[in-house]
């Protein structure tokens, strides 16, 4: 989804946390409309490559952090990071989120860090 939606290279999308990462997708209308991965990490559960095909505004990608939450969780895992786009971090914070560091630039748009310890 960011390869197409937000133009970011194939390259850059893919690594090699793909193989062991939890991925969960969001299926409205028969067609996978979002996406997310969780790596379990040994600091905490990376969340990443929170994408949606043009759906945004209906809650989907909150409902898939909190589901991807739950997983971890059930994991025994309760130490969160992720790394937002600079204009999306409200939603993060929503789900008790707090930036840390200063913003930088990943696949050409400007980032920053969160966590939820």
């Known amino acids: 989804m ?3 939606e937000q133009n970011v290279p194939e390259t850059v999308e893919q690594d090699a946390y793909d193989a062991l990462a939890t991925h ?4 409205a209308g028969g067609y996978v409309v979002g ?3 969780i790596v379990f990490l040994t600091e905490h559960a990376k969340f990443g490559r929170v994408a949606l095909l043009r759906q945004r505004g209906n ?3 909150m ?3 909190q589901a991807g939450m739950q997983i971890a969780r059930s994991r025994g ?3 969160f990071y992720l790394t937002s786009q600079a204009d999306k971090t409200a939603l993060y914070e929503k789900l008790g989120f ?4 200063d913003e ?3 696949a050409g748009m400007p980032h920053r860090a969160m966590k939820n310890y």
């Open 35 to 37: 996406t997310l991965r």
């Open 24 to 27: 969960l997708v969001a299926i």
């Open 104 to 106: 930088f630039e990943e």
């Open 2 to 4: 960011f390869i197409v």
């Open 59 to 61: 809650g989907i990608a």
């Open 98 to 101: 707090v930036a840390c560091g």
């Open 77 to 79: 895992e309760n130490r």
């Open 63 to 65: 409902r898939m952090m």
